[in-house]
């Protein structure tokens, strides 16, 4: 199995492709063109972490270039079908402190407002055989109402923007709530083997988690 973090340059967001043999899941794309030509024939599933727009941008481009199934925990589904929750000029405020160079970039990829609706979703919990790659996913609500964690073979945790290390989880946005987040989904972060490596929504990746929330403070 192997995993490749692709950074979307203007905003720091971490897309990943995780890939053994012809069998791909994408968590959280955005529109890069080389991922999309790469993974071309590839029988692919785009999953998303949670339903922001930092973290769903490449989502209608991608699954259209790939011909990919989607899935999602299904509390992403209302805001997803909302074009307010989608149009590109929130990442374009978004980026507004990185400067000219990422508004430009943001530019050149000529991101229309779309909405979306799911092939899978779940609720609590989902197992899931992807052709030779076995997922895990989670509901770890808190930073939004959508927001999930997936284990995908014996070692990998992406853990979105549940977990970052060493940045406090946001929970002021719309949809966030910090209760929810200390009552259930922090004991749930804690009561996982901490051995496991850890790929964030954000920043660098290949921690143990239990390094990662060691870093934390929430």
């Given at each position: 199995?192997?995993i490749e973090r692709?950074p979307f340059p203007?905003?720091g967001?971490n ?8 069998d ?6 955005w ?11 590839y ?5 998303l972490?949670?339903e922001?727009?930092d973290?769903i941008?490449?989502?209608?481009r991608?699954?259209r270039a790939l011909?990919a ?5 299904e ?11 989608t149009?590109?000029?929130?990442l ?10 990422a508004?430009?970039?943001?530019r050149g990829?000529?991101l ?5 609706a ?7 919990h ?10 895990e996913g ?7 109402r959508?927001?999930a964690?997936?284990?995908?073979g ?6 979105g923007?549940s977990?970052?290390?060493g940045?406090a989880?946001?929970?002021r ?9 200390m009552?259930r ?8 083997p901490?051995?496991?490596?850890l790929?964030p ?7 143990s988690?239990g390094?990662?929330?060691?870093s934390m403070d929430?």
């Amino acid at each position: 199995m192997q995993i490749e973090r692709i950074p979307f340059p203007p905003i720091g967001s971490n897309m990943y492709v995780v890939t053994q043999g012809r069998d791909a899941i994408v968590l959280d794309p955005w529109p890069d063109e080389a991922t999309m030509q790469r993974l071309q024939g590839y029988h692919a599933l785009i999953v998303l972490t949670h339903e922001h727009i930092d973290h769903i941008s490449g989502l209608g481009r991608m699954q259209r270039a790939l011909s990919a199934r989607t899935l999602w925990q299904e509390n992403c589904t209302p805001w997803l079908r909302n074009p307010g929750n989608t149009t590109p000029v929130l990442l374009a405020a978004l980026s507004v402190s990185r400067g000219a160079e990422a508004r430009d970039f943001l530019r050149g990829l000529h991101l229309k407002t779309e909405t979306y609706a799911p092939d899978m979703t779940f609720g609590d919990h989902i197992a899931l055989d992807w052709g030779a790659l076995h997922l895990e996913g989670y509901a770890t609500p808190g930073h939004s109402r959508g927001s999930a964690c997936y284990r995908i073979g014996p070692d990998a945790f992406f853990s979105g923007d549940s977990l970052v290390p060493g940045f406090a989880v946001i929970t002021r946005l719309r949809g966030g709530d910090a209760a929810v987040l200390m009552d259930r989904t922090v004991p749930f972060l804690r009561a996982l083997p901490p051995e496991l490596t850890l790929y964030p929504g954000h920043g660098r990746c290949g921690m143990s988690l239990g390094k990662g929330l060691g870093s934390m403070d929430w």
